[in-house]
């Protein structure tokens, strides 16, 4: 019996190489099901039922009376609606456009300049310096800019007059015509450090050798940095544009702590709209249709990302 073991042994040994055994593939399957499942609870069952109201007129008590499209009727011809939306654009520009552009400039020049003359350890303090926005609470940026932005103390004025430039006084978040503007600079600060963040990691994946053969043929740096660094870190550039896009069209707190949506509406933007009528109005069912389009328009430009995020890498 011994013997016929060791033969089977050896033959083993000198035919094959053991294997080892096989996952089942269900087993992977266990890993997914809590994600899954918090998943499910989180987000698609509250926009399930998110959606069904919107289908109601409901004020949050008593039962909901089906209305079948006339909240969405209603909204295609609500031109507060259609205010908070365009205002929902121009904080596009504000923490998508332009950080992305700053942060395109300022991380070529911490990784390409002051890395390299100053050390990494100052870059890396810059880059921390530029982030830290990100990392405060945006109750807390508010209200420190709502204490800069005040028009009788604030520090910006006293600034201007400081300099002699008084006649520049202006009650920033409390005129129609400068309010949304005054929010918008808030937010290019509080967005600036994911850019520069994701753009300076991007940017260590570009092969220097690159950079150093075009500088031996007299390439400067604008043109290195348009033609080598852009196509090189176009990924990065889809990845900010996206999530940065998606965090414009869903701001709500820097505009519930700078300006509650005014003066006169002049802030408004679709999530605060459907906060306020929501709770304010109580008109439940006609602010869960404007969250709903809502969802549906950040949902269609994720995809929209994705699809040019994959023909990127393909």
Known sequence: MTATV???????????TPQPPRRPRDSYALFLLPGALAFLAVIVLPF??????????WQGVGSPEWSGLANYRELMDDSEFWASFRHSLFMVVAMAAIPTALGLVLASALFDYVGKH????????LRACFYLPQVLPIAVAGIVWSWILAPDN?????????IGLGSWQQDWLGDPDLALYSVMGVMVWVQLGFPL?????GLQRVDPQLHEAAELDGAGWWRRFRHITLPQIRPEIYVVLTWCSIAALKVFGAVYVLTKGGPGGATDVPSYFSFTTFFEKTQVGYGAAISTVLTVIILALSLIGLRLQERTDA
Request: aromatic share 10%.
């Open 118 to 125: 100053f050390g990494s350890r100052t870059a890396a303090v």
């Open 197 to 201: 963040v994701i753009f300076m990691a």
């Open 6 to 16: 060791e033969r089977s042994a050896r033959t083993v040994g000198k035919g094959s």
């Open 154 to 162: 604030g520090s910006l004025n006293a600034l201007l007059k400081a």
């Open 48 to 57: 399930v039922m998110n959606t069904y109201v919107s289908f109601t007129h």
